[in-house]
């Protein structure tokens, strides 16, 4: 966790840098004198916060000390760090389930009970009838209560005809029970068997197999299935006694996923695959203030999948809604097939040998001639290595000045769009290598238990390094989207385009170092696992800082 | 198996009632997924004296799932396309219910030729004539079931075919005379949904002319 201290002082580098910029507004040599500048600046802190790093984190043991901050801690200690993941500050909502919903819809219905005279089921078809709503319910409930009974179908029209009471009864005596009957007659299979056989109060009678076929069927609508014939409702009761299994449980579900998809204001599935958690945000009204000054409203499922709220997609700081819908949509048009051809083989630049990636570092090594080359420009490492890591940035110098026909522009748009969506897909493909590298961190751990007796908690460390592996991945990912769409000759963009190179070089520096395999090797580099990781994190926040800058002011404008 | 079962029967069923003018025939002996139906336009409507035929197409799940049923007849109805003869109607999507039959289903389309659901189209052009103009509306279907529901008089090819989607023909000339193609002029009445025309009315005349020269 990091001090207000050192995110002021952060702060404090970049608005330096930033002023300085945009005092200064004349010529291209001193952008780069202060990019330069920037970089230098940028070590520095580096190395003081590493220190304040090291402190904090021997303070408390290094214990889970992100866990959750977005919902228990006070605003005053956690703002600065959300501001920098541009994620919406103090954001209260919970994470349930399916399950915990119906208790509480449960709950409410017993409040309601007093009112009403009838069972809850019944009570919870009517609610659900309302969607939920109280106050209309009882309006029309007052009105015309045998009439709403009726419609739901959890009355028979009939019944509420005197005269044909006698008719009913003596319907009842079977209904709702299977019946075994000898050479039925189903007029919905047109078959003519000894079997069990279902109705209601209605008289409705078909044969179990035809009525166990049709509930199935309804089972995924979310809505009360009625009888085949009219529309008196089946109970959870009946349903279980046709299909013979509590499948009841299944209407339920979803007909709380359709209660979901419903109020999608405050409710949202989380995205994930198999993922059934939803979250539930009570208070949206502060989301478009923050949307406009873009800020995305990131959310944690208590299975720590993060998406954003508003539009379900995964993180995308510095992106916001609006780009990332954008970007996407574009990628899906253009680069459908493009997409698997571009990101899973390279040749390798020397010996031409076809080379798939199977870890997440950028930094190549033929397997065959042993050149070491860069994954994202295909030319030797060496100038990446220890400088700072230049595969970021597209030379756009003379882009406007030398499209001349719009034949030229759109063709040069196409590359620049080509360009950027290799190097986010490029980023794309390494952050789900590190995902399963990170699958592979929880073994890591426990060999480390064993072979160097390091206790669990020490060996955190580790899963701590692929997380923010990840998150600074995710960052750069995005922040490709915002790039595309920014203004490439203006000062903050090139600022942007800095930040992007420095964080490519600390995120491949801290993925190098995760491919360490032997036990020792890693508890001897303990210190730089804590260094980079950290080193990744500001370069992060920095990043996300700055984008949401260039969306603010207008530089970055998603057309 | 319940599922041939079931149409056989109601193929019977369809036999044994006569009065119904209602028709259940396999397009194919070999395939009972394949059918086609046939029923009479509903009397005083423009559909009167028609006979309509429909396609029917069974799923596997049948009856739990409904048929799909499409008009192979050209008919001017608002519920109907009348490029396609695909159906707009509930009972054929989600309000299916395993108790209706094919015939069940063929009268509910005869019942939906006698009152349309303008407010939920299936040609949005058709609608818009039957809500702004309901006698010309009414012109048209009628000439459209005399033109393609009729067994006995065959179509004689020399119907307008500025009549044949209701616009009135001393427009069409009007513009012909002015130098136009006449398909291209009523391929643009018939996207803005003009039948009829006030030579004065300038506003729509010039909004046809912008159409026009696009």
New interface residues.
């Given amino acids: 966790m990091h001090t207000a201290a050192v995110d002021a002082e952060h702060e404090y580098v970049y608005e330096d840098d930033f002023d300085g910029n945009s005092f200064d507004d004349t010529s291209a040599e001193k952008y780069t004198d202060m990019a330069a500048g920037k970089k230098r600046n940028s070590i520095m802190s580096q190395e003081s916060e590493f220190e304040i790093d090291d402190q904090l984190y021997s303070d408390d043991d290094g214990t889970d000390a992100y866990n959750d901050y977005t919902l228990v801690e006070p605003l005053s200690t956690v703002s600065a760090r959300e501001l920098n993941q541009g994620t919406v500050p103090n954001l209260k909502y919970e994470c349930l389930t399916a399950q915990s919903i119906f208790e509480k819809m449960v709950e409410r219905v017993n409040h309601l009970k007093l009112i009403f005279n009838i069972c809850t089921e019944d009570l919870l078809s009517l609610m659900q009838h309302f969607d939920w709503n109280e106050e209309r319910l009882l309006e029309s409930w007052t009105d015309k209560m045998d009439d709403l009974l009726v419609e739901i179908g959890l009355k028979n029209a009939s019944e509420t005809v005197s005269g044909t009471q006698i008719d009913a009864s003596n319907g009842t005596e079977t209904a709702r029970t299977l019946n075994f009957r000898n050479n039925f007659s189903c007029m919905i299979c047109c078959e003519e068997k000894t079997t069990n056989t279902f109705s209601l109060e209605c008289g409705h009678e078909y044969c179990i197999d035809c009525y166990r076929h049709y509930v199935n069927d309804k089972l995924n609508s979310g809505n009360i299935i009625s009888c085949i014939g009219c529309s008196l409702a089946l109970k959870n009761d009946d349903i279980d006694k046709i299909t013979g299994s509590p499948s009841s449980k299944k209407l339920m579900m979803s007909s709380i996923k359709s209660f979901v998809q419903k109020h999608n204001k405050n409710y949202r599935w989380c995205p994930f695959t198999d993922c059934n958690y939803i979250i539930h945000l009570k208070d949206t009204s502060s989301l478009d203030e923050y949307a406009r000054l873009h800020y995305s409203p990131f959310v944690k499922c208590s299975d720590s999948h993060r998406f954003c709220f508003s539009c379900a997609f995964e993180i995308h700081a510095p992106a916001d809604c609006n780009v990332t819908a954008l970007w996407v949509n574009k990628s899906r048009k253009e680069s459908a097939n493009l997409n698997w051809v571009l990101s899973n083989t390279k040749e390798c630049p020397k010996c031409s040998v076809n080379i798939e990636k199977d870890g997440g570092c950028n930094h190549m090594v033929c397997s065959g001639c042993k050149y070491e080359f860069c994954w994202i420009c295909e030319r030797d490492w060496t100038p990446h290595g220890k400088s700072f890591y230049q595969c970021t940035l597209y030379k756009s110098d003379d882009d406007k000045k030398n499209a001349k026909t719009s034949l030229e522009v759109a063709a040069k748009t196409l590359k620049k769009y080509t360009f950027y969506y290799k190097m986010f897909n490029a980023q794309e493909e390494s952050a789900k290598l590190d995902w399963t590298l990170g699958q592979a961190v929880g073994a890591k751990v426990r060999l480390l238990q064993e072979k160097m007796g390091v206790s669990w908690i020490e060996g955190q460390f580790l899963a701590e390094s692929v997380r923010t592996l990840y998150e600074g991945r995710t960052a750069l990912k995005w922040s490709f989207a915002v790039a595309y769409y920014s203004d490439a000759s203006h000062n903050l963009t090139k600022i942007f385009v800095d930040n992007q190179s420095l964080l490519s070089a600390a995120v491949e520096d801290l993925s190098e170092l995760l491919e360490i395999k032997e036990p020792a090797k890693i508890m001897d580099r303990k210190t730089d696992f804590y260094n980079k990781a950290g080193y990744v994190e500001n370069r992060t926040s920095a990043l996300i800082e700055c984008g949401r800058d260039l969306l603010c002011k207008g530089i970055c404008k998603p057309v | 198996m ?1 599922r041939a ?2 149409i ?2 109601e193929m019977q069923a369809v036999k044994d009632d006569p009065e119904a003018h209602i028709t259940l025939e396999f397009v194919n002996e070999s395939d009972i997924h394949h059918l086609k139906g046939t029923f009479q336009g509903p009397p005083e409507t423009p559909y009167d004296r028609g006979q309509f035929v429909v396609d029917i197409e069974v799923p596997m ?1 049948y ?3 409904p048929p799909k049923m499409k008009f192979d007849t050209k008919v001017y109805h608002p519920n109907v396309s009348s490029v396609t003869g695909a159906i707009c109607l509930d009972i054929l999507k989600n309000a299916w ?3 209706i039959t094919l015939k069940s289903a063929l009268i509910s389309l005869q019942a939906l030729l006698q009152s349309p659901e303008p407010n939920d189209p299936q040609d949005a052009e058709v609608a818009q004539h039957y809500l702004k103009d309901r006698e010309s509306f009414n012109k048209t279907a009628a000439l459209w079931t005399k033109l393609y529901a009729s067994s006995g008089v065959a179509a004689n090819g020399s119907v307008e075919e500025s009549e044949l989607y209701g616009i009135d023909a001393d427009i069409v000339q009007e513009f012909e005379s002015q130098g136009f193609a006449k398909d291209k002029i009523i391929e643009v009445l018939r996207r803005l949904g003009i039948k009829k025309l006030d030579p004065n009315d300038n506003n729509s005349v010039n909004r046809v002319l912008e159409e026009l020269l696009k």
């Fill in positions: 319940s079962k079931r056989m029967k799940e009856p739990f799932k219910s395993p108790v």
